[in-house]
C-alpha cells in the first residue's frame, strides 16, 4: 500500500481515539481514558512530523489545534501520574505516612481545579472543530514528494535521536534527558509509520525505541514529583517530603543507569531495520 494511504490510515485510528475517549475524559472516572486521549494526540503530532517531508503542510492547521489539544490535556495527565505514583509510594512511609498523606491530598485538589480546564476545553467548540478538520483534512491528503520513502523518514528521525543521546556527558542535568526522550518518541513513531510498508523489523525497532521512552520517563516523571513535592511541602510534613525526593532521586539514578542497555537494544533492532 503506497506511503500516503498508510499515513492517512494511521491518523484516521487517531482521530477514532480521540472520539472514543472524549465521554471518559469528561466523566473523569478512569485516568486511562484520559492517558489514551493523550497519546492519541501526541502520536498524531509525531506522525505530521514525521510526514512532514512526504505531505509538506498539508497537515500544518491540524497540528496547531492537536498542539493546543495536548496543552489543554498536560496539567491533568501529569497530575494522574504523580498521583497515582505516590499513592502506591505513601503506603510504605511509616511513620510520616499521615504527612505524606497530606501531600497527596494537596496534589488531588490541584488536579479537580485542573480537570475543570479541560473539561471546559473539550466541551468548547474549538475541540470538535479540531475533529471536523481531523475528518476533512486526512481523506484528502496526498504525497507532495513522490510518496518519498517511509523508512528514510524513519531513519532520520533515528539519527536525531543518537545525536541527542551522544550528546548527553556525565553532567548532563534533567533537560538533557527530557529531550532524548522526545527524540525517542518521534523515532519511534516515524518506525511504527515505516512498519505499515515494511513489516516487522521495523515493528521490533519501534518496540525498542519504546523501552527507551519508558526508562527516561520514569527518570521524568522522578523529576516532576521532586519539584511538586518540594513546592507543596510544609513544616508539618517537610520529612515526610524529604523520604519521598530521596525516592524518586534513586529512581532517576536507575532511569540513568538503565539508558545505555536500552539504547543498545535499539541499535541492535535498527542493525536490522535499516
Known sequence: MPAI?????????????LERSEPGVREGRDPEELHRFRVATRRS???????????????????????????ATS????LDVLIGHLRDLVPSLEPDRVEAGEILAALEQERERARDGLVAAIRADRFHD????FSITVPNLHAS?????LARLARKELERLRTAYEDLGPDADDDDFHRVRIRAKHARY?????????????????DALAGVQDVIGSHQDAVVAERRVRELA??????????????????RRDARAALPDAMRRVERRAERAL
Open 5 to 17: 494511504d498508510d499515513l492517512r490510515a494511521l491518523l484516521d485510528r487517531q482521530r477514532q481515539v
Open 45 to 71: 503530532r509525531a506522525l505530521i512530523r514525521a510526514s512532514r517531508p512526504l505531505v509538506r503542510d498539508q497537515l500544518a492547521a491540524l497540528d496547531r489545534e492537536l498542539r493546543w489539544l495536548g496543552g
Open 75 to 78: 496539567e491533568v495527565r501529569d
Open 130 to 133: 479540531l475533529i471536523r478538520r
Open 145 to 149: 514528494n513522490g510518496n518519498g520513502s
Open 190 to 206: 516515524a518506525a511504527e509509520l515505516a512498519a505499515t510498508t515494511a513489516g516487522a523489523r521495523f515493528e521490533m525497532l519501534a
Open 234 to 251: 510544609t513544616e508539618e510534613s517537610r520529612l515526610a517530603a524529604g523520604r519521598i525526593v530521596e525516592h524518586e532521586r534513586q529512581l
